[in-house]
């Protein structure tokens, strides 16, 4: 994610925000991608953005970075052009851009193709503004951008979350590129303290592992967490109360508790035939559960997961952007 978000920031505010932190005027800023191949068109973005002084006509000047060079840089008139080269982790993207500004007004487009995260992208961007005043600092963001940010800082925010909330939320914290970067130690340290003796937190753990999505952080592999010494230490605590919860986890575990709830309810019968019919298990009843305890077994996602609140605000942040 850091990679595209890095390119789109580079790409995005590099048109325009040069010199950032000097004093600057408010733009609003109308910005639109487009992807081939996406399954719906994406719509226009508009925002309030602080833009310093002299930067719409100067594009240049922020563009040049550690992982992306601007070159080919020709000005005529009121009007700019550049390429664009930038790597990552070996994977390369170019680019080419423009721009054309008056003291009031810009218009401009990008191209950018090659790959991210190892597989082919290519994006278009068209975007506009008008300066609508009035003075303001440029590292001051916007109120829409302002609100993405906070709602991304809440979401990153571990203290007081539950091992369970942690474990769902992994792929924001453990991720290679990161949005909550530094975080990463609380999901371990969940994992390791209680995935070996609540039964919630190992089913998530468990469920999260066996339905890993391309792209997600294993947190096995990132913590260094035994699952097999986990598993073992989980599966002795299997009882009537977690039974719905473990038994798909622990399936030697639950064989014998259903045995010995079996010889439980049958030990009212004293007929030879009727005994036997009972530990056969053809009289008793399968232990039941509720919605709540048929979803933790059916390995779906929950709807509730907190980490698309995080995505959402990532997506609303990008949208803000124009990438």
Request: net charge positive; charged share 25%; with cysteine.
């Amino acid at each position: 994610m850091k990679k595209t978000w890095t390119i789109g920031l580079a790409l995005f505010w590099g048109a325009f925000s040069a010199a950032y932190g000097a004093p600057g005027e408010w733009w609003e800023v109308t910005s639109k991608m487009e992807m081939p191949g996406m399954p719906f068109a994406m719509p226009a973005t508009t925002t309030k953005v602080c833009i310093a002084k002299g930067a719409v006509s100067d594009p240049h000047q922020s563009m040049q970075d550690k992982e992306c060079k601007m070159t080919d840089i020709k000005t005529s008139g009121n009007k700019t052009s550049w390429k664009m080269r930038c790597v990552r982790d070996g994977e390369v993207m170019n680019g080419t851009g423009d721009i054309t500004s008056t003291a009031d007004s810009y218009d401009g487009t990008m191209h950018v193709s090659g790959k991210s995260g190892g597989k082919p992208m290519n994006m278009s961007t068209t975007y506009r503004g008008k300066r609508i005043g009035p003075a303001c600092d440029s590292s001051q963001p916007g109120p829409e951008m302002a609100a993405a940010q906070k709602q991304i800082a809440q979401s990153c925010e571990t203290a007081g979350r539950s091992s369970r909330n942690l474990i769902n939320m992994a792929d924001i914290f453990l991720a290679k590129d990161s949005m909550c970067p530094g975080k990463s130690k609380a999901v371990c340290d969940a994992a390791h303290k209680d995935a070996g003796r609540d039964a919630e937190v190992y089913s998530a753990l468990a469920m999260r592992e066996q339905h890993l999505q391309p792209g997600s952080t294993s947190i096995v592999k990132a913590c260094g967490l035994n699952m097999a010494a986990t598993t073992q230490s989980i599966c002795k605590t299997l009882n009537g109360k977690n039974y719905r919860t473990l038994a798909p986890h622990c399936p030697a575990e639950a064989k014998a508790h259903r045995a010995a709830a079996r010889k439980k309810e049958c030990e009212g019968h004293t007929a030879r035939e009727d005994l036997s019919r009972c530990l056969s298990g053809a009289d008793s009843k399968e232990e039941s559960g509720g919605d709540e305890d048929r979803e933790k077994t059916s390995g779906k996602p929950s709807s509730n997961n907190p980490a698309d609140t995080v995505i959402d605000g990532a997506k609303k942040l990008k949208g803000l952007l124009g990438f």
